[in-house]
């Protein structure tokens, strides 16, 4: 299967679905289609864990609890 980096936008009509674009592809080239789904999979539990743990995380920037990024990669390539 080729690999492309280009997005093509289609539906589902009467169980099939449709790709309505231009493309320069030739004809019997396989696509993977993907569905996008717009929403996240967090239940409210997890969604409540995330937010808290995003109000704490901007809590220790504004406090000034900062590790720099280089300091943690260096420690977890140690382990």
């Known amino acids: 299967m ?7 936008q289609g539906t589902c009509s009467a169980g099939r679905l449709v790709v309505d674009e231009p493309t320069d592809l030739p004809d019997g ?3 993977e289609l993907l569905s996008l789904d717009p ?9 409540q864990a995330l937010h808290t743990a995003l109000l704490e995380s901007s809590a220790d920037v504004a406090a000034g609890r900062l590790i720099d990024a280089a300091d943690i990669l260096k420690e977890l390539r140690t382990r």
């Open 2 to 8: 080729l690999r492309f980096s280009h997005d093509y």
């Open 29 to 31: 080239t396989e696509l």
């Open 39 to 47: 929403g996240d999979w967090l239940d409210e539990t997890d969604r």
